[in-house]
Every structure is written in C-alpha cells, then in structure tokens.
C-alpha cells in the first residue's frame, strides 16, 4: 500500500493522559501536513513540517501540542494532557514538494476519544 | 475569520441529475483551488483542482467552474450517481503559502 498511512485507526484516552498519532507519508514525499477535524466542523489546519523541521505551525496550541518529522520514521503528533475537547478526528496528509499547485494526498484518520 | 465558506451543509439531489456545490473565499491571494471528496470513516481524496488563470475545468462528470471577480467557484458533478454521495471539500491555496485552507463541507445525497 503506497498511500498515507495513520495509526492507530481509533485511540481511546482518560483526561490527562497522553496521546501519540503516527503518520507515514506516501513514498517519495518529504512534506506532512496535519489537520484535525472536530464534529460538524470543516478541517482545521495545524501544522506543516517537512524531515526534520517544522515549517509552520501556525494552527497548532501553543500548550499541549507538539509534532516532529524526523530524517527517519513516522511523523508523529503528540497531544499531552488530553482533554475532552480534544476529541477529534486528526488527519495527515502528504505532497511531494509543498508546491502551491501539488495535491494533498491524505490518510484514513485517527478518531481520537477522550474520556 | 473562514475564509473559505461552504454555505450549503447538505444538498439533496435525484441519480441522474446534475449536483451543483457551492463555495465562496474571502483572501484575493487565492490562486489555486481544489475540491475533496470524503466517505465516512475515511480520509479526503482529491477530485479536480482549478489554478486562478482559468476559469473553468473538466474531468469526466466532474467540472469546476471558478469566477474571481465574484470570488466564487463551483462543482457541478454530471450525471449524479448514489456513489457520488459524500462530503464535499472546497479548499484554496494561495501563491504565499503552501497550506490549503479547507471550508467546512458540503454532504451530497444522492437519491437513487
């Protein structure tokens, strides 16, 4: 499968306890954006990094948040603390270069829950 | 602030008929536009894309048609079919910035 891939699918979390989203991006792509997208809402951008830098992020929490793309591995998005609000479905999404007229290529998701 | 709106949440529409979805932005820096289809459960997949020197592009059932002065555009899906039934994505890009700002969705019925 050379698509984007995201584990793990569904995560269940208690308030306070920490969450870890990976996101492996299609082959050959060095950019990974994140977006969450709560309940009736439209998708909210969060971050963009390519290997080993954070390029924007600009829609990310200033507490709580952090995300990391390093040279080898996964994109991984951590959310310490979890909160209700919280809940939410996080998308991942890869190009190949960032250039204005690429396509996103996006994964299935990870449904976060916090209880 | 959205600046990218999908003022339709839902539309409802006969197989066989076209489907029209509607999308309006506020940056004028927008320059290229894209459209996303999403099932329940999965992630978004690209549809058709528009660059802000046309105004109108076609693939397949699939046109968009974008109308800057109005800064507007459009997805107009011809014939629709059940499988068509998804939530709609409108999303824009501009030349500063390599961030797509996505609006909230548009969730198309198809009738059979």
């Known amino acids: 499968n050379a698509g984007v891939m995201q584990n793990p699918r569904h995560l269940v979390r208690r308030r306070g306890q920490e969450a870890r989203l990976r996101c492996s991006p299609m082959?050959?792509?060095?950019?990974v954006y994140w977006y969450r997208q709560l309940p009736e809402e439209g998708l909210k951008f969060m971050v963009y990094?390519?290997?080993?830098?954070?390029?924007?992020e600009s829609g990310m929490p200033k507490e709580r948040f952090s995300a990391e793309f390093p040279k080898e591995g996964p994109s991984i998005l951590r959310i310490q603390q979890v909160v209700r609000g919280d809940s939410a479905a996080y998308f991942c999404a890869s190009s190949p270069s960032g250039a204005t007229n690429e396509k996103l290529f996006f994964g299935s998701g990870t449904q976060l829950s916090v209880l | 602030d959205q600046q990218v709106k999908q003022n339709s949440p839902s539309l409802s529409v006969q197989e066989g008929r076209i489907s029209i979805l509607n999308c309006d932005y506020t940056n004028s820096m927008f320059d290229y536009f894209l459209w996303y289809k999403k099932y329940p459960a999965e992630g978004p997949t690209f549809l058709i894309s528009?660059?802000?020197?046309?105004d109108k592009n076609e693939d397949g059932r699939f046109t968009v048609f974008l109308n800057k002065s109005a800064k507007h555009l459009s997805l107009h899906i011809v014939p629709s079919q059940p499988g068509d039934s998804a939530v709609y994505f409108c999303a824009a890009r501009s030349g500063g910035s390599y961030i797509p700002t996505f609006g909230r969705g548009t969730s198309l019925i198809v009738h059979p």
């Open positions: 990094l390519q290997k080993e830098n954070i390029i924007d």
């Open positions: 528009i660059s802000s020197i046309k």
């Open positions: 082959k050959g792509h060095s950019h």
